[in-house]
């Protein structure tokens, strides 16, 4: 069977792709926990195939490394300059980060038309795709939980619980400020990406939703009619890195 896993910048997902291409339930523990994880080592173990997306860095990667009895069953990719149809706009390819393209991969599979593909985790990214298939760039910023920890470590005044439960219009709480203020850097840094993809293709966008945020991200979208955001509609997507990971194993030998 073919194991697919997505290591992040502080989780690492895996599944298994089925023999209908679709993927069997999805698993995750902390990048911390690799070495350890009795279900990750089960996993590998039953596999004949890993296809390995990796943003981490050398030494998390090492460690998973350490799991895999056949190094010639390991592929770690990296992004292209086209996999699976879907074209890089980047000027180094090699140089985007492997889960945005693995997600835009994913996105193009089942749109098939201008998007806009959010992969809210750790970092957040807010990607361009066009309606040929061409990723013409994106842009990256804080998480909604480090955007609100840097606030909570950096300023004095603003050590507070920073756990909000409904974010009111006009925030009359500290903590309520905090978290509605990042919430909308993130709505603003996507209705801006999505209403440059308007203007460069003519039509609004579909936003294709998906990482650990998402559903607090498609929450908060929904309060503000479309247009205002300039995208047709939004798509929570689950996995998007590891659907990605599945279309690409099909050109891996």
């Known amino acids: 069977m073919t194991l697919l896993v997505d290591i992040g910048n502080s989780r690492t997902k895996w599944a298994f792709k089925l023999g209908s291409g679709v993927l069997g339930a999805m698993h995750a523990c902390a990048n911390a926990d690799i070495a350890n994880n009795q279900d990750l080592r089960l996993a590998v173990g039953q596999s004949t195939k890993i296809v390995l997306a990796c943003v981490a860095g050398e030494n998390v990667l090492q460690q998973f490394k350490i799991l895999v009895p056949q190094k010639s069953m390991l592929h770690v990719v990296q992004a292209q300059a086209e996999t699976c149809g879907v074209y ?43 309606a040929d298939g061409e990723f013409l760039g994106g842009t990256i910023m804080p998480g909604l939980r480090l955007m609100m920890q840097s606030l909570k470590t950096n300023a004095a005044q603003l050590d507070v619980d920073i756990k909000v439960a409904q974010v009111p219009d006009f925030p009359t709480q500290t903590a309520e400020a905090i978290y509605a203020g990042c ?71």
């Open 183 to 253: 919430l909308n850097a993130v709505m603003g840094a996507i209705s801006a990406m999505a209403g440059h993809l308007a203007k460069y293709g003519g039509a609004m966008p579909e936003l294709v939703l998906s990482g650990g945020d998402a559903e607090v991200l498609k929450n908060a979208l929904q309060q503000v009619p479309f247009a205002n955001l300039h995208v047709k509609s939004v798509i929570m997507t689950e996995n998007l890195v590891l659907q990605g990971l599945a279309l690409w194993e099909k050109e891996i030998v």
């Open 88 to 130: 890089n706009g980047y000027e180094q390819p090699e140089t985007l980060g492997v889960d945005r393209w693995a997600s835009l991969l994913g996105a193009w599979s089942t749109r098939r038309a201008p998007c806009v593909v959010v992969n809210a985790g750790t970092a957040i990214t807010v990607d361009a795709l066009n």
